[in-house]
């Protein structure tokens, strides 16, 4: 039943992002990490809780496949140039 409800879920975040299959390990690992740091069914402490003895932080969160701009890395030239890049969001680190 566990397995049945992550895959329906990994299924779920690559239809609504309309990311091809070969994105499912980003899918899965964003997947983990939601399950991991909801409490269970008593209202008893997530995973994450229990490892780390600190609530988890939602404000990280972000919709799996959703456009971000992002600064790459390096040097840049040109102060009035725009250096930001459009990219998907694929999960967290």
């Given amino acids: 039943q ?3 409800r992550i895959r ?3 299924c779920t ?3 609504s992002s ?3 299959a070969c994105f499912w390990p980003y899918a899965f690992h964003q997947c983990l990490h939601i399950k991991n740091a909801l ?3 008593t209202n008893t ?3 994450f809780e229990c490892c780390h003895a600190v609530k988890p932080d ?3 969160f972000q919709t799996f496949g959703c ?3 992002f600064h790459p890395p390096g040097s840049r030239c040109g102060k009035l140039q725009n250096h930001a890049r459009k990219g998907i969001f694929l999960g967290l680190r």
């Fill in 8 to 10: 329906d879920s990994l």
């Fill in 58 to 60: 939602f404000a990280y």
């Fill in 18 to 20: 309309v990311l091809d």
């Fill in 2 to 4: 566990l397995q049945r």
């Fill in 39 to 41: 409490p269970g069914k």
């Fill in 45 to 47: 402490p997530s995973p």
């Fill in 13 to 15: 975040m690559l239809t």
């Fill in 67 to 69: 456009h971000v701009w």
